[in-house]
Each structure stands twice: as C-alpha cells, then as structure tokens.
C-alpha cells in the first residue's frame, strides 16, 4: 500500500484546508489515521477512522475543528480543517492500520503499518 497526501499549503490564522490522502491499494479494510509533526516535536496523532467509518476519533486539540472522512470507492481519506491556528502548523502524515491491535481507537504510532510521505500546513497569524 502507498499513500500519498496532498492539499497542503499556507492559510492565515482562522481560514481552512482540506487534507486528502489516495492510497494505491484497496484500503477499505483499513483504520486510517492522520498525524502531524512540527518543528523539534514528536510525530503526534490528530485523527482516526475506522473502515466503514463506524468509529471515528480525535484528538483533544482537534476536536470541534477537523474533520476525518473517508470514500472507500476512492481509496481515499479526508481531513478537513477550519479554524486553523499557528499551532497547527507541521507536516501532515497520513496512516494505514492493517489491523490486528485490540483497541478500538488506534492513537499511537506504532498502531500504523503504512506512511505517506507527508504535506505540509503553515498557519500564519
């Protein structure tokens, strides 16, 4: 499977963008997940969604703010993002699970099988 993210880009403080991540492969089996890294910090995670987009999960920063959805007819996963602030500025991965962990919400790194290679978001003020 390889994943590529795009939609990344340059917005002021309080505007929006829409992340978008296609995969290769048939991924519709898939949790999918969004993470991002800024400078000098840890990969962190922001969102989940599992394969029929039956769980859907956030991180505390995010929640009220993005949006993850998926089209598995396209192989593809969303991330929806308003409001944006500086802090949201980092570079964006998108992730592929391919199962076989027993939590229901899959938040770490390592819960991940395939990366994409990253888009980045800055957010001026």
């Known amino acids: 499977v390889q994943l590529q993210a795009s939609g990344g880009g340059s917005v002021q403080a309080g505007g929006s963008l829409g992340l978008s991540c296609a995969a290769s492969g048939r991924t519709f089996r898939y949790v999918m997940g969004w993470f991002r890294q800024a400078p000098g910090k840890e990969r962190e995670f922001v969102a989940g969604i599992s394969s029929y987009s039956g769980s859907i999960y956030y991180a505390d920063s995010v929640k009220g703010q993005f949006t993850i959805s998926r089209d598995n007819a396209k192989n593809t996963v969303y991330l929806q993002m308003n409001s944006l602030k500086p802090e949201d500025t980092a570079v964006y991965y998108c992730?592929?699970?391919?199962?076989?962990?027993?939590?229901?919400?899959?938040?770490?790194?390592?819960?991940?099988?395939?990366w994409g290679q990253g888009t980045q978001v800055t957010v001026s003020s």
């Open positions: 992730a592929a699970s391919v199962g076989g962990r027993l939590r229901v919400e899959l938040r770490e790194v390592n819960d991940y099988d395939y």
